[in-house]
């Protein structure tokens, strides 16, 4: 592992897919272009992104998930077992049509142009899901590089689509095995490659606690129904536990947000993180890489005055919005780490922005031009913060 | 009088659908060699066996329109790749359909609200023009724009 300095400043994974890489991809899906013809251009597109954020001195890098149509649907093509299926074909098939329409009209997207990996047959990985990105990414720069993967809980969710998954696996609980499998393989290898962060997904987790009383809600990954939300909550700590065993020699993340589908704010999840703490507090992970820019997520006391959080887990601080045009100023980024301080000591604070700049390829949700400013607004105020640690004020 | 059998002229030709009463609140309309099951006027409820007359008549206009689409486009040289249309309609006074005393206003559609998905390699000029020819060779898009409010919007989808 690469050594990070206090206050490293990092992104969420995705950055916004420029025309020619949207058009590219289009192509690729269709079957107009072959695998190795994306990557080509994939590979100029990672280039931009990594200097960019080597132009803004970010200190852990990622490759902005170029190569993916979105943040866990990209696995399908690395699986056996496993379909897209658009919302359109999946209207066909789930009996809760009625609500399938809530959630395309909360969305304001057609069903066609959101897709659901979904278990088709037994699930088997084909080839790596994320160390191919990562050997590239390692070939471009010398910084240290964070790797994204989507958790088991968000796989096991998204693709148990009980009308048509229950033909293959017994339970949800079935599948999940099958999943836990390829991450820990998936994990190991990264390990062995010498990726310095492995930060897994699971924006699901704020659905279960944050969406009382409905089997369904508008976010994309949790389009199956789920159970009770306990229940749902441990598995979902049994699962992320198990992929994260033997995982001492790296960093581990986990990701959690309130989506990030829409610059209009009232669609997005709103709570604390306080009913999560029971749940966070004994995952086997480093650093909860979290949203702290609005208010929606929150006061940090929320999580913080757990001893166990405090004690047990480094904190990805969420200081900028990704989805808004306005930069945050350096100021109040600083103000905002200066009271996550008063919970955790500065070797266990991270800065990153709330989530990615563009989670959906289709639907990013900011500029590169804005996206860069916002990552040298966290490095100047990383940069403060270094400089008072240094030479603490008289 | 007219007929729509075969040889009938343009001109002349009546769209026709026989609708009978099943039970309850449901009815069955024949059309040609075609039946469907009509479930209520307006439903409040969150299911129901089948659609209502309302929903017909929001998914009719939009089926007239995804038509047109497909006859329109090829002749712009556009080639579109999916289609999806949302609407949505609101009542005037969906209180005077209930029979409420004393209640203001009228039961019909006041105004019917369509978001029209494209993805397309066509530039959004393009589209505009694609649509404006739709509309103008809709015929439900025409009759309904006489007595309702018709709020639609395109949105090209890469």
């Known amino acids: ?394 | 009088m007219a007929s729509n059998g075969p040889g009938t002229s343009q001109e002349e030709f009546k769209w026709k659908a026989r609708v009978s009463w099943v039970t309850g609140e449901r009815s069955v309309a024949y059309s040609r060699n075609n039946s469907f099951l009509i479930e209520k006027q307006a439903s409040f409820k969150e299911k129901d066996p089948h659609p209502s007359a309302i929903e017909y008549l929001l998914g009719a206009l939009g089926g007239d329109i995804a038509a047109g689409f497909q006859t329109v486009a090829p002749r712009f040289g556009v080639s579109i790749e999916a289609l999806e249309i949302s609407l949505s309609g609101q009542l005037n006074n969906s209180l005077t359909m209930l029979g409420v005393i004393g209640e203001a206003g009228h039961p019909g559609l006041e105004t019917i609200e369509g978001r029209i998905f494209i993805s397309t390699e066509a530039t959004e000029e393009k589209i505009e023009k694609v649509w404006q020819s739709v509309q103008d060779r809709s015929p439900l898009f025409n009759t309904l724009k006489r007595a309702v409010k018709l709020d639609f919007s395109l949105v090209i989808v890469l």
């Open chain 1, 1 to 394: 592992m690469k050594e990070l300095p206090l206050f490293p400043v990092t992104t969420v994974g995705s950055w916004p897919r420029s025309s020619t890489l949207l058009r590219a991809q289009r192509q690729k899906q269709r079957g107009q272009i072959s695998r190795a013809e994306f990557d080509k251009i994939a590979d100029t597109e990672v280039r931009e992104v990594l200097r960019r954020q080597e132009n803004a001195e970010v200190d852990l890098v990622t490759d902005g998930e170029q190569r993916r149509d979105n943040f866990y649907s990209f696995v399908t093509e690395k699986l056996s077992g496993v379909q897209l299926m658009t919302l359109a074909e999946m209207l066909e098939v789930v009996e809760d049509k009625a609500g399938f329409e809530r959630i395309l009209e909360t969305l304001d997207v057609p069903a066609f142009a959101i897709s659901n990996p979904t278990c088709v047959g037994p699930v088997k990985r084909l080839s790596p899901l994320t160390l191919d990105e990562y050997l590239y990414t390692r070939s471009q720069t010398d910084r240290p590089i964070k790797v994204t993967l989507p958790g088991p809980y968000l796989l096991t969710r998204a693709m148990w689509v009980k009308e048509v998954a229950q033909k293959v696996y017994p339970s949800k609980e079935a599948l999940g095995e099958d999943v836990v499998n390829i991450l820990q393989t998936e994990i190991q290898e990264l390990i062995q490659a010498g990726a310095d962060f492995i930060q897994l997904d699971e924006p699901v987790l704020t659905e279960l606690v944050f969406t009382s009383g409905q089997t369904r809600t508008f976010m994309c990954a949790a389009l199956s129904a789920r159970a009770d939300p306990t229940e749902e909550l441990e598995f979902a700590v049994s699962l992320i536990n198990r992929v994260m065993e033997n995982t001492e020699n790296v960093r581990t993340g986990l990701h959690i947000c309130r989506g990030n589908w829409s610059q209009k704010e009232s669609t997005l999840l709103s709570g604390s993180y306080f009913p999560l703490v029971p749940y966070l507090s004994r995952l086997k992970v480093q650093q909860l890489v979290l949203e702290y820019a609005t208010p929606r997520a929150g006061e940090l006391a929320a999580l913080l005055d757990s001893p166990e959080i405090r004690a047990g887990k480094e904190l990805g601080l969420g200081v900028v919005n990704p989805r808004t045009p306005q930069v945050e100023p350096s100021e109040a980024i600083v103000e905002r780490v200066r009271e996550a301080l008063q919970y955790l000591p500065a070797g266990k604070v991270f800065l990153n922005p709330d989530c990615g700049f563009g989670t959906f390829s289709n639907r990013p949700i900011n500029s590169g031009e804005v996206a860069s400013a916002k990552l040298k607004a966290m490095v100047e105020a990383a940069t403060v913060l270094r400089q008072e640690i240094a030479a603490p004020a008289q």
